[in-house]
């Protein structure tokens, strides 16, 4: 058989890392293939490599059996290969035509672009594959589930005949997903093959027919889905068993801990970023509020933090209203906060574990009345700290930065609960995690809701959601668009919800 892409013993060094262990990768015509792996597991690597962001340090790729050097990225497009990065490398400010003849030399008449032209032909392509697009419109004014359209149209215009695609559903709903899907599997019949870097199990078992399984920057298997199941998929990444779902034990929620009411806000160029919204939290309660990203979801966290001013409505904490506390005193009355970015807003990258660790307590971990830096109580509280979550770390003193993901986040979680908060607002607190670490951080969820705190779970990830909410609220456009029960939730619905088109009774 020959392979349309081929792969072999592919070798990538960075300094004192080895990225791509001899790896080997092989993908069929019209095959959609995933690659999969921890973070850190070297698939991203081996992409760019195929797309000529690297080089490869020895190794051979092949293309219809021939051997191609695959110079650079220009290179890569001539031959047919295109890529979708998960951040789309669209010009919001252009139209969607503009976007896509962007940086090619096609398509001019007497030096001048032939917008017309290029118009045409993407609303051709659009038509023919069904991605239903208006070529002028500006990028800005599109929803993202388009803008991933453009970005395929983009492939199509230069007519790539081999796609890759960096965690392609990370910021859809479920209908777009489904969308985006079937428009994978269309273009796929047509010959062109398709690789999908992914750490979504179901996903992978819904659309591929195949996975390459990547561990420590080595192949552990390529096998067919059909053969083979979502457990076995996690075990074969991680190197042992991983609890792919949730267990949320029934227990009865107490008083209203967190609660908040009429809230709206703007931003800084005064786009309305939350509107009237209204919600409460009780003790032993895991509220998740779900939404395609840019939906209010981080101005949400950040007005209850203090982060953010917000210009009507009340916040209460256990009945005080903290509306018009600082940050600092809205912790220390038991409000803890996870947030979405890691590296710049929960950990300072250059401080040290323990240092990180005992960030929000320096003054209880000081002495002469806090003027005085106590360094035997730092590092006695973040070995307690690292020993009881399982942190991994070369030692107290490496720095926060240079850990993975998956240990940064369990050091600011194991940070923020150590503080015996009330309540506690957790922002997306697995993305970008492999199952290993997000099976660690459901845990740990969980386990501070049987420990009676009140939870809001901030999560675009849906199978999070549903996972460990008890009640699921919807947020579009700023606004509150419904609460559900966990029983009465579903795919669909909660996808609906978050397109704005299922407005439910706020309960």
């Known amino acids: 058989?020959?392979?349309?892409?081929?792969?072999?013993?592919?070798?990538?060094?960075?300094?004192?890392?080895?990225?791509?262990?001899?790896?080997?990768?092989?993908?069929?015509?019209?095959?959609?293939?995933?690659?999969?792996?921890?973070?850190?597991?070297?698939?991203?690597?081996?992409?760019?490599?195929?797309?000529?962001?690297?080089?490869?340090?020895?190794?051979?790729?092949?293309?219809?059996?021939?051997?191609?050097?695959?110079?650079?990225?220009?290179?890569?497009?001539?031959?047919?290969?295109?890529?979708?990065?998960?951040?789309?490398?669209?010009?919001?400010?252009?139209?969607?035509?503009?976007?896509?003849?962007?940086?090619?030399?096609?398509?001019?008449?007497?030096?001048?672009?032939?917008?017309?032209g290029a118009s045409a032909r993407v609303r051709a392509l659009s038509e023919r594959h069904g991605l239903a697009i208006d070529p002028s419109a500006l990028i800005e004014h599109l929803p993202i589930g388009v803008q991933q359209?453009?970005?395929?149209?983009?492939?199509?215009?230069?007519?790539?005949?081999?796609?890759?695609?960096?965690?392609?559903?990370?910021?859809?709903?479920?209908?777009?997903?489904?969308?985006l899907f079937a428009v994978l599997r269309a273009l796929a019949a047509e010959g062109r093959s398709v690789i999908i870097v992914t750490h979504k199990l179901h996903e992978i078992m819904d659309i591929a027919s195949r996975v390459t399984v990547m561990r420590d920057g080595r192949v552990t298997a390529c096998v067919e889905t059909a053969a083979t199941s979502e457990r076995e998929l996690a075990r074969l990444m991680v190197g042992r068993d991983v609890e792919l779902k949730a267990v949320r034990t029934p227990q009865r929620p107490g008083r209203a801990v967190l609660s908040v009411e009429g809230l709206t806000a703007h931003d800084g160029a005064g786009l309305l970023r939350l509107s009237n919204v209204s919600l409460d939290v009780h003790a032993g309660e895991i509220l998740g509020v779900a939404g395609v990203d840019g939906n209010g979801q981080p101005e949400l966290a950040q007005t209850l933090l203090g982060l953010r001013d917000a210009e009507q409505g009340a916040i209460r904490l256990d009945g005080t209203d903290i509306s018009g506390l600082t940050t600092a005193e809205r912790r220390g009355l038991g409000l803890a906060y996870i947030p979405a970015d890691r590296r710049h807003v929960g950990s300072v990258p250059e401080l040290s574990v323990a240092?990180?660790?005992?960030?929000?307590?320096?003054?209880?971990?000081?002495?002469?009345?806090?003027?005085?830096?106590?360094?035997?109580?730092?590092?006695?509280?973040?070995?307690?700290?690292?020993?009881?979550?399982?942190?991994r770390a070369a030692g107290l003193d490496f720095p926060a930065g240079k850990l993975s993901g998956g240990n940064l986040q369990k050091l600011i979680l194991a940070r923020e609960i150590m503080r015996e908060p009330m309540a506690l607002v957790v922002e997306q607190p697995t993305r970008g995690l492999d199952v290993g670490a997000i099976e660690t951080v459901w845990a740990e969820l969980l386990a501070q809701r049987a420990a009676g705190k009140a939870i809001l779970l901030i999560s675009a990830?849906?199978?999070?959601?549903?996972?460990?909410?008890?009640?699921?609220?919807?947020?579009?456009?700023?606004?509150?668009?419904?609460?559900?029960?966990?029983?009465?939730?579903?795919p669909e619905t909660i996808g609906l919800m978050m397109a704005g088109r299922r407005p439910v009774e706020v309960g």
């Open 149 to 179: 359209r453009v970005e395929i149209l983009k492939l199509l215009y230069r007519d790539a005949r081999l796609m890759i695609l960096d965690e392609p559903t990370a910021v859809l709903t479920p209908q777009e997903k489904d969308g």
């Open 1 to 116: 058989m020959t392979f349309h892409l081929e792969m072999r013993e592919i070798v990538k060094r960075f300094p004192g890392v080895l990225a791509n262990d001899h790896v080997s990768l092989a993908v069929e015509h019209g095959e959609i293939h995933a690659l999969l792996g921890e973070n850190g597991a070297g698939k991203s690597t081996l992409m760019q490599i195929l797309y000529g962001l690297y080089q490869r340090d020895s190794g051979e790729i092949r293309l219809d059996g021939a051997p191609v050097p695959l110079i650079d990225t220009t290179e890569a497009i001539g031959r047919g290969i295109g890529m979708i990065h998960q951040e789309f490398m669209l010009v919001r400010s252009l139209s969607v035509a503009e976007n896509i003849v962007l940086g090619l030399d096609g398509g001019r008449l007497g030096g001048r672009l032939d917008l017309d």
């Open 461 to 490: 990830e849906l199978e999070e959601i549903l996972n460990l909410a008890d009640r699921i609220a919807v947020m579009f456009e700023g606004h509150i668009v419904g609460i559900l029960p966990a029983g009465e939730a579903s």
């Open 355 to 391: 240092d990180n660790a005992s960030l929000g307590d320096q003054w209880r971990l000081a002495r002469l009345g806090g003027l005085v830096r106590d360094d035997a109580a730092i590092h006695r509280h973040a070995a307690k700290l690292v020993r009881r979550f399982g942190v």
